[in-house]
């Protein structure tokens, strides 16, 4: 159920027509939050600032070690000492301890410093990056089977499961479903890629990864960050209720990953690696995953 952290309720004008009312209602909280990595360096303890990010309260250090996850700046359980906590009314920050003798590669946070679009990330040297990043990712699991029906009811699952979403009507949503449609997990965030970072750090945290038997299905668009994130955890079958981008397609299709989008009132579009569904797709366009 939703916390007080997570929305404020605010004073509000309801206009409808030409009449006005005074009223109370419910906002998703947005504030930002420091994600920082302490490392040794040459014996000597030392901190680095990593991101600030805009997210919904609760949940952070899934959302912190989910990012680093994603972006290879952990890989293994091992890698992690521990996680610190700083919540103040002037600063919100996760700080990800690694472990000692692991080693960190400050070139690889070039890659952090991008400009972001409703579609995802751009740039050459971004995309060869990435390239780079899922380079030795296992493909995605070839075995996994899922229903037309199983799709259908992914949306009415998560609409049920989105609790402050309910309340406020301006939340994304992050979920995990088992090839029967059975929900395994879900995370609410203003930020999509947030909710998905929460999603697949709890994972991590638990030593769930890789998710290669679970569908990803997300409230919003698939983009080319979001396909990034689900194809680094292993995960099979990406779904969306939105559109994906050409570069969400693109990297689907090269990682042998099944992309869904449009996934509502009963009706969605498969861009790629179409086998993982019913029969009947053996024949189609989509079934290529290159």
């Given at each position: 159920?939703?916390?007080?952290?997570?929305?404020?309720?605010?004073?509000?004008?309801?206009?409808?027509?030409?009449s006005?009312?005074?009223?109370?209602?419910?906002?998703?909280?947005?504030e930002?939050?420091e994600i920082?990595?302490?490392?040794?360096?040459?014996?000597?303890?030392?901190?680095?600032?990593?991101?600030?990010?805009?997210?919904?309260?609760?949940?952070d250090?899934?959302?912190?070690t989910?990012?680093?996850f994603?972006?290879?700046?952990?890989?293994?359980?091992?890698?992690?000492a521990?996680?610190?906590?700083n919540?103040?009314?002037?600063?919100?920050?996760?700080?990800?301890?690694?472990?000692?003798?692991?080693?960190?590669?400050?070139?690889?946070?070039?890659?952090h410093?991008?400009?972001?679009?409703?579609?995802?990330?751009?740039?050459?040297?971004?995309?060869?990056?990435?390239?780079?990043?899922?380079?030795?990712?296992?493909?995605?699991?070839?075995s996994?089977?899922?229903s037309?029906?199983?799709?259908?009811?992914?949306?009415?699952?998560?609409?049920?499961?989105?609790?402050v979403?309910?309340?406020?009507?301006?939340?994304?949503?992050?979920?995990?479903?088992d090839?029967?449609?059975?929900?395994?997990?879900?995370?609410?965030?203003?930020?999509?890629?947030?909710?998905?970072?929460?999603?697949?750090?709890?994972?991590?945290?638990?030593?769930?990864?890789?998710?290669?038997?679970?569908?990803?299905?997300?409230s919003?668009?698939?983009?080319?960050?979001?396909?990034?994130k689900?194809?680094?955890?292993?995960?099979?079958?990406?779904?969306a209720?939105?559109?994906?981008?050409s570069?969400?397609?693109?990297?689907?299709?090269?990682?042998?990953l099944?992309?869904?989008?449009?996934?509502?009132?009963?009706r969605?579009?498969?861009?790629?690696?179409?086998?993982?569904?019913?029969?009947?797709?053996?024949?189609?366009?989509?079934?290529?995953?290159?």
């Amino acid at each position: 159920m939703p916390s007080a952290s997570n929305t404020s309720c605010i004073k509000l004008c309801r206009v409808q027509g030409d009449s006005v009312a005074v009223d109370r209602d419910k906002v998703a909280v947005e504030e930002p939050l420091e994600i920082q990595i302490g490392f040794e360096r040459k014996g000597v303890g030392a901190i680095r600032s990593i991101s600030v990010t805009m997210r919904t309260p609760g949940n952070d250090e899934e959302l912190a070690t989910g990012f680093l996850f994603g972006e290879g700046l952990l890989n293994r359980r091992s890698e992690l000492a521990r996680i610190e906590r700083n919540e103040s009314n002037s600063t919100n920050s996760v700080r990800i301890h690694l472990a000692a003798g692991v080693r960190f590669d400050f070139k690889h946070l070039e890659r952090h410093f991008y400009t972001t679009s409703s579609c995802g990330i751009c740039g050459k040297a971004t995309l060869e990056a990435v390239q780079r990043l899922l380079l030795n990712v296992p493909r995605a699991n070839s075995s996994l089977r899922l229903s037309v029906a199983t799709v259908h009811s992914l949306p009415s699952q998560l609409k049920r499961a989105q609790h402050v979403f309910a309340d406020t009507g301006g939340l994304h949503a992050a979920a995990l479903f088992d090839t029967h449609g059975d929900l395994l997990a879900v995370r609410e965030d203003v930020g999509r890629h947030n909710a998905v970072d929460k999603l697949i750090g709890a994972a991590w945290l638990n030593g769930r990864v890789p998710l290669e038997n679970s569908v990803l299905f997300v409230s919003g668009r698939a983009s080319f960050e979001l396909v990034q994130k689900a194809v680094r955890a292993g995960i099979s079958i990406f779904a969306a209720v939105g559109a994906p981008s050409s570069l969400a397609v693109e990297l689907a299709r090269a990682c042998g990953l099944t992309l869904l989008g449009f996934v509502r009132d009963r009706r969605f579009n498969v861009y790629s690696a179409s086998y993982r569904l019913d029969g009947q797709f053996e024949n189609s366009a989509a079934t290529s995953v290159a």
